[in-house]
């Protein structure tokens, strides 16, 4: 299926066929295939309506997608991500998501936030609250273990001081790293970053930089990240795919992207067509 | 310091010709109000309707309109600049300290109340109504100040428990204490029913179908002649006895006779009230309870943001189910309480109308706030009865308390949200 070649990526823990997802006579992404390796920062960048978040909402089932497969390699078994219903996605094969527009929970305080995103196991650990409600079966233990990883978390983030605030009032950039810092408290084995330096500031941006190189090489996950600030894509990024009209256009290396040149055109528009040498020009008719 | 000195700074120079403006504006409206309304009276002149005018009455309605919003303007501006800053440890415990003190007293008061003085027959029967309206409040605060649901139609599962004790007790002589777990039951599975085909809905669109759903439980009553008695409802409801064990009455072998005490009327009333209260404690620990439990942070997460719910692993689904199941089954328990208290029922004592009150009960107290319910129940309960001496304009003084509050704390009388759990516990707590 996949005409790509992806060898690239040594361990393969998502892999994208065909995927594509029409909305009625619109076709926001048009048969993507792709791969996300273990332990690596798999970019997609790609003009505005490439199709990156569309993508990202059909990975963690808030999208049907018209066609096409979404393997996730877990330990377990093979998981097809677009069968799994919209909350299984983060529960049972452990992909997490953060949101362009950043969604916290404003009036509940940060580490409130980071209890709730260890939902699921807190839930089995309070016997589905029968157990929990008479303080019985362990609960309080687990409440501890729970409380004991969101402060980790909190630490990584340089927030632990202001964990008792309601997230609703930390400044923006605060707000970005507590929904990463959330993500990690479910305990993903990938984690999808949509836009996390949207809005934030140089210095920011580097703080930024150095969190995703701790997650990667402590939690040893893969992340896939959609990021229009290249100074962070060009520096993080194992990998980066780029999209154009829902299609994949260029793959490799941010050494390779950034040289390449039907990289360039898409970002630059088509005026600079008839500047092209003639060489690129066919290259661009051939891979269409 | 210097926060006061940028406080005096921030305080503007208060521009009295703009007052005065917005202050005749207002008067003109009222002059336009109160012209037709006020200015204008029709009489009886040999069998024709003639009019004449009351100037004095509108000029003093004018006035008072100027005046008044000038006033109003003038206090706006010197109300305090709220700080955004987050409180200071020490004001935290102290607000804790002064919330725990009310607290005790509350309780206090609720436990002794049977045994002051004053407290009579009609005295008791307010502290049982303030108490159903107290419970039903926190049972609706589940589904609508944590979860965030908007109910219309909470009376249904208060008219589902109080049916399913009287038709239980009636039809299989069932005992209140063995019916009250089943009626909770019942109304926890109405809540479910309710909740199913509603979980797509949120904010109006919810409230619109809940209210449909509670209208169609008293039309049901309403019509269903055989099963609930229609609008005749059901009557000689069983009393509640002293937990299954012996009855009230002055006859051999109940209350007074085993306790060995002199027979009086007011034992039963007394328990009664007792009952009530135990009920409203256990759903106020429960909920307590429930928002330390990873459940009610969900409920509280659904609240804030179900799209970060679902992406976090939540079933939003089962969370939902829950908080109306939950919610629902409380309102059961006052509504069996309810029937064996009347010992009579029928669908006018289930009508929007008490939606609606409770409702209130849980937006004025502000919404999550178990404090903030008491109060507004015991407002909302009693300003009724206290004025009952205006006859006309009862509801008039009720509807302008209400905006009053509403004005003065937007968020309910209580809108602290106290955090379920403190990675740094507060310093002298």
Redesign the interface.
């Known amino acids: 299926m996949t005409q790509y070649d992806d060898s690239a990526v040594k361990e393969p823990l998502l892999q994208v066929d065909g995927l594509t997802m029409r909305f009625g006579g619109l076709i926001a992404i048009d048969n993507l295939s792709l791969v996300a390796g273990k332990g690596q920062i798999t970019a997609i960048i790609g003009p505005n309506g490439a199709g990156k978040t569309t993508l990202f909402n059909c990975l ?3 999208y049907k997608p018209t066609e096409g497969n979404l393997s996730f390699f877990h330990p377990a078994k093979t998981l097809q991500l677009q069968k799994l219903e ?6 049972v094969a452990g992909v ?4 362009q527009n950043i ?7 940060l ?2 936030n980071l ?3 260890q ?2 196991a ?2 089995k ?2 016997g589905y ?1 029968f157990l ?2 008479f303080n019985l079966g362990g ?1 309080a233990k687990a ?1 501890k273990a729970a ?1 004991e990883k ?2 980790y978390w ?1 630490d990584q983030i340089g927030l ?1 001081h202001r ?3 309601e997230a609703g ?1 930390l400044p923006y950039g605060a707000q970005r790293r507590v929904e990463i810092a ?2 990690m408290c ?1 305990g993903p084995r990938m984690l999808c970053l949509d836009e996390p330096a949207a809005g934030l500031n140089p210095s920011e941006s580097l703080e930024l930089n150095t969190l995703l190189f701790r997650i990667r090489d402590q939690e040893k996950i893969g992340i896939l990240l959609i990021e229009h600030d290249m100074s962070v894509v060009m520096k993080v990024s194992d990998r980066i795919y780029v999209l154009d009209h829902g299609k994949r256009i260029a793959a490799g290396t941010p050494d390779e992207i950034r040289n390449d040149p039907i990289v360039i055109k898409a970002y630059l528009g088509e005026d600079e067509d008839a500047e092209l040498p003639p060489e690129i020009a066919a290259d661009l008719a051939m891979r269409g | 310091m210097t926060q006061g000195a940028m406080g005096m700074a921030a305080r503007p120079a208060i521009d009295y010709a703009a007052l005065l403006k917005d202050a005749a504006l207002a008067a003109f409206v009222v002059f336009f109000l109160a012209f037709p309304l006020i200015g204008l009276q029709t009489y009886d002149q040999g069998g024709a309707l003639a009019v004449r005018g009351r100037w004095d009455l509108l000029a003093y309605a004018v006035i008072i309109g100027f005046v008044g919003r000038f006033l109003f303007q003038l206090a706006m501006l010197f109300k305090p600049v709220k700080s955004t800053k987050e409180p200071s440890d020490a004001s935290l415990a102290r607000q804790r300290q002064i919330g725990m003190i009310i607290r005790y007293a509350l309780l206090g008061i609720a436990l002794t109340m049977p045994f002051l003085p004053f407290s009579d027959r009609s005295w008791l029967d307010r502290g049982i109504n303030v108490l159903i309206y107290v419970m039903l409040g926190w049972g609706l605060n589940i589904v609508v100040g944590l979860a965030g649901l908007l109910d219309l139609g909470y009376v249904a599962f208060y008219a589902v428990g109080a049916y399913s004790y009287a038709l239980l007790s009636l039809n299989f002589g069932l005992n209140f204490w063995v019916c009250l777990p089943l009626a909770g039951l019942f109304a926890a599975l109405f809540g479910v029913l309710l909740g199913a085909p509603t979980l797509r809905l949120r904010g109006d669109y919810l409230a619109i179908v809940t209210l449909g759903f509670g209208e169609i439980i008293r039309v049901v009553l309403l019509n269903w002649g055989s099963l609930s008695g229609g609008p005749n409802g059901i009557a000689s409801i069983p009393r509640m006895d002293f937990f299954g064990l012996f009855p009230f009455g002055n006859r051999e072998g109940a209350f007074h006779t085993v306790f060995g005490i002199e027979y009086e009327r007011t034992h039963q009333i007394i328990f009664t009230y007792f009952v009530i209260l135990a009920l409203a404690l256990m759903t106020n620990w429960m909920v307590n309870r429930l928002r330390k439990l990873p459940l009610g942070r969900a409920w509280e997460a659904l609240r804030e943001d179900e799209i970060a719910c679902k992406s976090l692993g939540m079933n939003p689904t089962n969370t939902k189910l829950s908080a109306f199941a939950i919610g629902a089954m409380l309102g059961g328990f006052a509504g069996s309480f309810f029937a064996a208290k009347q010992g009579f029922i029928n669908p006018e004592s289930f009508t929007f109308m008490e939606s609606a009150t409770i409702l209130a009960i849980v937006v004025l107290g502000g919404m999550g706030s178990q404090m903030g319910v008491v109060f507004a129940a015991i407002f909302l309960v009693l300003l009724p009865e206290v004025t009952r001496d205006f006859e006309q304009s009862r509801m008039l003084l009720f509807g302008a308390a209400m905006i009053l509050i509403m004005v003065w704390r937007p968020k309910g009388v209580i809108s602290h949200r106290e955090p379920t759990l403190r990675l740094n516990p507060v310093k002298g707590a």
Do not use: C, W
């Open positions: 963690t089932g808030f919209n909350h299984k996605v983060a529960q997490v998501r953060t949101f969604r916290l929970f404003p009036k509940m305080t580490l409130e209890i709730v995103a939902h699921n807190l839930m650990a309070s609250t929990g409600l609960y409440e409380v969101a402060k909190l632990t964990a008792d605030e009032n959330r993500a479910v």
